[in-house]
């Protein structure tokens, strides 16, 4: 039976994930920061496991505990919309920490066991702000164009020993609770300088306006996951909703 572990399994596109692939017969680990055992079906297929992918030890504990595994789905990221002048320098670090080197620390920990099985596939998920420049998103399109660089040089480095590495790249989801953590820092953070504020609210305005727009709906990000974890053939880079693919062309 072939066993994917995936980060941030809580809500949104790592729980969809989760879902989908209990449904297709998979093992499943699905980790979390504060795991909850009401949001993902009983299964004898299922383990949810906690995980923070900014502490090593954490990493250690929920990969060791999870066991050999055919595939690594790093899902897990946190949103920032705000300017850079009024971003706090704990706040940019804590983005790093989770959407960048967390996923750069969970690929080192599953890397010994694929290594030695010349067997796996990695699945990073990205952003399509990396594809399209926007305001008030430098730091969180920093932090996952790095990702973007970061994965295209690994796939040449791990295809030697049979390791397959994947980049999945959704669209804008202004429905998912990611979107509205997003919107919801920004809001929080005191430090928005007094020149920013009125342009922000006609970015969030836009923001809200989008969601009735032509976006990336949950499905098309699992679908793509699906694609990149079960299919050889799938390109490295895989845009995932037509907003996303529309920027990609």
């Keep these: 039976m072939n066993s994917v572990l995936i980060t941030g399994c809580s809500s949104g596109f790592g729980l969809e994930t989760a879902r989908h692939f209990l449904d297709r017969g998979w093992s499943v680990v699905a ?3 504060s795991p909850r055992q009401d949001v993902l079906p009983t299964s004898d297929r299922l383990r949810i496991l906690p995980l923070d992918v900014t502490d090593r030890d954490s990493i250690d504990r929920a990969v060791a505990a999870a066991g050999p595994i055919d595939a690594l789905v790093n899902n897990a990221g946190i949103g920032w919309m705000g300017p850079l002048e009024g971003t706090p320098e704990a706040a940019i670090r804590d983005i790093f920490e989770t959407n960048t080197f967390g996923t750069m620390e969970m690929i080192r920990a ?3 066991q694929f290594r030695e099985r010349g067997a ?8 399509s702000t990396t594809l ?3 305001p008030l998103l430098p730091i969180y399109t920093a932090s996952k164009a790095a990702v973007n660089a970061f ?6 480095e791990l295809a030697p020993f049979g390791i397959r590495t994947r980049l999945v790249v959704p669209g804008l989801a202004p429905g998912t609770r990611f979107a509205d953590n997003a919107r919801g820092k920004m809001a929080e953070v005191a430090g928005i300088p007094e020149p920013y504020r009125a342009f922000a609210d006609e970015v969030l305005a836009a923001h809200m306006e989008a969601a009735g727009a032509v976006v990336t709906q949950s499905r098309d990000v699992v679908d793509a996951i699906w694609r990149a974890v079960t299919d050889p ?4 880079f895989q845009p995932a909703g037509a907003d996303a693919v529309a920027l990609a062309a």
Aim: with cysteine; hydrophobic share 40%.
């Design 31 to 33: 980790t979390m920061r």
């Design 120 to 127: 796996g596939t990695i699945v990073n998920v990205s952003s």
């Design 233 to 236: 053939s799938c390109p490295l």
């Design 110 to 112: 599953v890397l010994p």
């Design 151 to 156: 994965t295209q040089c690994l796939a040449l």
């Design 132 to 134: 399209k420049s926007l």
